[in-house]
């Protein structure tokens, strides 16, 4: 059937299934291809997109919880996720990539809950998303990175 | 394989044959194909392969090696730039095709700068002196009054220069220089290598811009999913796809019959299954689900990886076939020891699970092929698909993506021999994606281990015999079955060369038969041979009442260099000279809090020395990693950073092997299905990680994405031995209780 989808601000007319997870719409349908698959069943976080600024994994809810929402994902820019890309790139986080688009969206989400994390608050957020190449202590560094510079930005 | 041959650009056909061996320094970046004309090209400068520079001064650089989160694309592109004297800010890389041509592209064992540094360092140096020349020419002066620096070649005599794009036109008209006249940079002057230069491909990453396998997108491409017999090698009986077929999305379902390589050729096949094709993957993974098959389970269904460890563990307490290398005399040394001790260690199955699931996308149409896929071989890829479809090699295509992580999974193209199978079967471009499940359960296992080791101390506290008993299944079963022993080049791995000055040494190889698909991943044999060495070595430490770091520097003994048949020799002094480093960054004698642990642990594996510290702290009987310290001698550093990460990487990697890493198999089949019972490191888990790199730039460079592997798990064991004065002698510690 027929579907809106709003994703980073623009609208998709999409044809799929309701009960198709997002994350295969975004990637098959939309075709948005930033958004990974890891896993399948929310375990690993490679696949986390916001929904309504909710951090959600997107490979286990279906579409038909998108609907009417505003979806957000790596192909999208917000304050936050900009300067986390800055702190990511400064510190020269990634290896293989594959995991840090959903990265970066948990810690977007962390950031636009808590403005500046501790390292328990980091630990909390993150570990819902596993990196196989072993970047934790990167993104943790480049998190606090993030924080200082939206702070000498401000 | 790092010969270069030097042809003038006429002579460029008569020896383009020579190219498998190699890289052709003087060629174009024309196919062999198509027919060379020495025509000269006004619009761009292309010496070699590797090098494409434009009148605009953009530079693209052919990276040969896989980028699966090493760098490599970087590094490599990197080394040419240096002595090409590019600007770095010109430079972008391109992904070279699975082509012999590119000389060896197969991305494992630790060995891509080792074996490509130098050819690539000659690409640029080479096309840095015909630049050279092209200037000199213009200005009438001699080439040795000229000198290139930042993308500019200078005129020493008048100042005056001329930017790289503007020589395009007369360096293309100029013949290759021999080999034996480039000179290549002294260490001084490096301006790329030994630096840090960030990833050429950073901005993809934090984007999610970077095409992966599973990103590629093909015209009217469908989506395909494979159900595979639980027991390896089992096949299918028959099938009942009614279910699946009413699936939405899903538009065909058809049996796949196992490929199987001939004996003693180093190909994968495929396994064989039902294939459910559909219009995207989520209807493909559901139809999957609701197939209804009937398999024939094979030899393999009475396979039960706790009795197998039991049998391991029976076998290795009885005498194995001597292996060579051996000497001395145990027994005496044993009868005559102050003190014997003895253990038994054990490392279960293990699988690699890279965030990309192994995916394929293929197309078969007339009598051609074009692949898309994330794979570190290409050229075996290439190859096993030329044997399987009966298609000429040079109507093969594969297309290199982006590795969502490797750790030589994606070594293996089984996966591709699927996506091929299926588009030949349906006549349209297809994308194979494995699940997390099918990724979890039918892949090729790192092998199970159990050993037996019997040491003797003397009165002095020096180890006066070591007798180890070795049994796991071989890698070499996946090509030749009925191995059943270790074959040379696994006990190569640590075990007929560990670090130590043992007159009295005896190694027995113990039968071990394969159930399972036996490959390898990140660091390979190296991790039962660090395991089992670490460990032990500091069981008897503790039995002598030495301290572990000492007990360790007397055993590698004096300083001594040891040939090998590599032209990498081990040299006793450069072991000593990481682990004292070690010690002393982790300030090792430092009084630590009563609840917390010391362990450590060498390796020498992939020609690199590397002594790693782990401090643990214990809280109710669970273990918490607090800080790993980790010092690498690899020679030469071609990108710092680059090894850093990738030893900060090794860490964790070495950490889920210790606290999590199990498969196990019950009638036949894989028990783990995913992530929750396949656990890996997370973020809660991780540790502190230094990483200090000896200055050896006058040495070889030597490996650096494995080495940092085998040393965590037993130097994790010794700290918790440490602290709670338990030893672990199995693996994983999540099923002692500990996490």
Redesign the interface.
């Known amino acids: 059937m027929s579907t809106i989808l709003s994703i980073n601000g623009k609208s998709y007319t999409v044809e799929v299934q309701e009960n198709m997870p997002l994350l295969w719409a975004i990637r098959d349908i939309v075709g948005l291809t930033g958004t990974k698959f890891g896993c399948g069943v929310a375990q690993c976080g490679a696949c986390s997109i916001l929904i309504d600024g909710q951090l959600t994994k997107s490979c286990s809810m279906p579409v038909s919880y998108g609907i009417g929402k505003e979806i957000f994902t790596i192909e999208g820019s917000s304050e936050n996720l900009e300067v986390l890309r800055e702190a990511w790139n400064d510190g020269n986080v990634p290896q293989c990539g594959y995991c840090q688009s959903g990265q970066l969206i948990a810690a977007t989400a962390l950031l636009d809950k808590i403005e500046s994390p501790t390292d328990k608050d980091i630990d909390d957020a993150m570990s819902s998303n596993i990196c196989r190449c072993g970047t934790y202590s990167r993104i943790r560094k480049a998190i606090h990175k993030a924080v200082e510079l939206k702070n000498q930005k401000a | 394989m790092s010969n270069i041959h030097q042809v003038n650009r006429r002579d460029f056909m008569k020896l383009f044959g020579l190219a498998s061996t190699g890289i052709i320094l003087g060629c174009t970046a024309q196919t062999a194909k198509k027919k060379f004309s020495p025509e000269i090209n006004k619009d761009f400068f292309a010496p070699n392969l590797f090098i494409h520079l434009e009148k605009n001064g953009n530079i693209t650089l052919i990276a040969s090696r896989s980028?699966?989160?090493?760098?490599i694309r970087t590094s490599l592109a990197s080394a040419i730039a240096d002595e090409l004297e590019a600007d770095w800010k010109y430079v972008a890389v391109k992904q070279a095709t699975g082509d012999a041509k590119y000389g060896n592209q197969n991305t494992d064992g630790s060995r891509s700068v080792r074996t490509r540094l130098e050819p690539m360092r000659k690409m640029g140096a080479a096309a840095k002196m015909m630049l050279i020349t092209a200037a000199a020419n213009k200005w009438n002066v001699n080439e040795s009054d000229c000198k290139a620096e930042n993308h500019y070649v200078i005129n020493t005599i008048s100042n005056e220069k001329i930017f790289f794009g503007d020589l395009v036109e007369d360096a293309s008209a100029l013949p290759v220089p021999n080999e034996d006249a480039i000179q290549l940079k002294k260490v001084e002057d490096f301006k790329y290598i030994g630096k840090?230069l960030?990833?050429v491909?950073?901005?993809?990453?934090?984007?999610?811009?970077?095409?992966?396998g599973?990103?590629v997108?093909i015209p009217n491409m469908k989506?395909a999913a494979i159900a595979r017999c639980p027991v390896t090698f089992g096949t299918v009986k028959s099938f009942d796809s009614t279910n699946a077929e009413k699936v939405?999305?899903v538009e065909k379902v058809i049996k796949i019959e196992r490929k199987k390589p001939g004996i003693g050729q180093q190909f994968y096949g495929c396994l064989g299954g039902v294939a459910v094709i559909a219009n995207?993957?989520?209807?493909a993974?559901q139809g999957k689900l609701d197939l209804d098959i009937n398999w024939d389970f094979g030899d393999n269904k009475s396979f039960d990886s706790e009795e197998f460890k039991k049998t391991l563990t029976q076998r290795v307490q009885k005498n194995g076939k001597l292996v060579p290398g051996s000497r001395g005399n145990v027994s005496t040394a044993f009868n005559n020891a102050n003190k014997v001790i003895e253990a038994t260690y054990h490392v279960p199955f293990l699988v690699h699970?890279?965030?990309?699931?192994p995916n394929a996308t293929a197309w078969y149409q007339d009598n051609k092929i074009e692949v898309w896929a994330p794979v570190q071989d290409p050229q075996t890829a290439r190859a096993e698909l030329a044997q399987f479809f009966e298609i000429p090699l040079e109507n093969i295509t594969i297309n290199v993506t982006?590795?969502?992580?490797?750790?030589g999974r994606k070594s293996k193209s089984d996966f591709v021999v699927e996506a091929v199978t299926i588009s030949k079967e349906i006549k349209a471009p297809v994308q194979l994606?494995w699940?997390?499940e099918d990724d979890i359960k039918h892949s090729f296992y790192h092998a199970t281990s159990v050993q037996y080791l019997k040491g003797g101390i003397d009165e002095k506290g020096n180890v006066s015999g070591w007798l180890q008993r070795v049994a796991f299944p071989s890698i070499v079963s996946s090509f030749k079955p009925l191995s059943d022993y270790a074959s040379g080049f696994e006990l190569g791995q640590g075990f007929t060369n560990n670090p130590y000055d043992l007159e009295n040494f005896r190694l027995e190889s113990v039968k071990a038969e394969a159930h399972l698909r036996i490959g390898w991943l990140r660091s390979v044999v190296h991790i039962h041979s660090g395991f089992g060495n670490n460990s032990f070595v500091d069981e008897l430490a503790f039995a002598a009442n030495i301290d572990p770091v000492q007990f360790h520097l007397n055993l590698i003994g004096k300083d001594r260099v040891i040939k090998g048949k590599s032209d990498y020799p081990y040299d006793t002094k450069r072991m000593k000279d990481v682990l004292n480093n070690t010690s002393k960054i982790a300030d090792w004698n430092k009084k630590r809090p009563e609840n917390h642990g010391m362990g450590i642990a060498i390796h020498y594996s992939f020609y690199s020395y590397v002594a790693t510290a782990v401090e643990v702290s214990m809280n109710d009987g669970k273990v918490k990693i607090e800080n790993v310290w980790t010092t690498i001698d690899c020679g030469l550093v071609l990108n710092k950073?680059n090894v850093i990460?990738?030893l900060?990487?090794?860490?964790?990697?070495g950490?889920s092997i210790a606290l999590f890493g199990k498969v196990s198999a019950k009638e036949g089949a894989v028990e783990q299905n995913?992530?929750?019972d396949y656990q890996?490191?997370?973020?809660?888990h991780?540790p502190?990680?230094h990483v200090d790199i000896l200055d050896k730039m006058n040495e070889k460079p030597t490996g650096v994405g494995e080495p940092g592997v085998p040393v965590m798990a037993p130097a994790i064991c010794n700290a918790i031995f440490n602290a709670t004065g338990k030893r672990y002698r199995s693996l994983p510690l999540i099923d002692e209780g500990l996490i």
């Open positions: 980028e699966m989160g090493q760098g840090t960030k990833s491909d950073l901005n993809h990453f934090t984007h999610g811009t970077a095409t992966y599973i990103d997108r989506f939405s999305g995207n993957t989520w209807s993974f699970a890279p965030m990309e699931v982006f590795l969502g992580g490797g750790f994606v699940t997390r950073d990460n990738q900060e990487g090794a860490a964790i990697f950490l995913n992530f929750f890996m490191t997370r973020m809660k991780a502190k990680i």
